[in-house]
């Protein structure tokens, strides 16, 4: 009979490179936000996939890039802590001709451990396959990787073949997790999580960056299967907050409208979700309001 295996797999790749996507793929269910812009995910999240054969723990970091503030070193920090804590590491980029500051910078990084590092080029339905021998070739001479595994997390290929590969690398070990556990992340980080994924989609580039979701309150009303949420979208400036509100309330409007559906799929529950916007300038520099919106730098 086949040893049960156990293991941590973290994710880590620069910005918006589809670590967020792949994941919520192997596990078969949304956990981590997605989004076009850079720096989507804040925080280190933890997703388990657990099978007969095993359970693997995913966890999926922030992009590592050079930070520009507070918030930014407290997200490379959470990413390149994982190296050194897990059994193996996927290193994730995109399918270009040429290996950019970015990734040559997280090459030298995973140069100083041991752990097992398995390169997986993302988006592979984007470019032809002879041009993806070359960029094989190109990463091959700069590291020595265990594995070199091509893929589309959007479209699921190759995904399969990643798992089986996983488990040749996960020592035996124990159910770290019950089996119908998906994630470590408490439910109201999710349900902020998804509030701020739906302003990502819907403002302009400048203002994302600058906006945390805390929420207030998350209260079941009575025995009917409803429930009341509040939730306070954090902005750095006035003209953030008129953009966030839009004309006549609509833009904050179609946020709460696409948020509430996935929040109720997401419970299981009806939900009443009351939106409100508060300035803080200048937050992603403050360590007194990093904490109190989940950034904390005592969990690194």
Known sequence: MSQFKSGFVTLIGRPNVGKSTLMNHLIGQKIAITSNKPQTTRNKIQTILTEERGQVIFIDTPGIHKPSHKLGEYMVNTAEKTFKEVDVVLFLVEPNDFIGKGDSYILEQLQKIKTPVILIINKIDTVKKEELLTIIAKYQKQYDFKEIIPISALQGENTGQLIDILYNYLPEGPQ???????????????????????????????????????????????????????ATIICEKDSHKRIIIGKQGTMIKEIGTLAREEIEGLLGSKVNLQLWIKIKKNWRDSDFLLNNFGYDKREQ
């Open 176 to 230: 770290f997790f019950p089996e119908d556990m998906i994630t470590d992340q408490p439910e109201r980080h999710l349900v902020s999580e998804l509030i701020r994924e739906k302003t990502l989609r819907l403002l302009k580039d400048e203002i994302p960056h600058g906006i945390a979701v805390v929420i207030d309150q998350m209260k079941k009303r009575g025995e009917r299967n409803l429930i009341d949420i509040d």
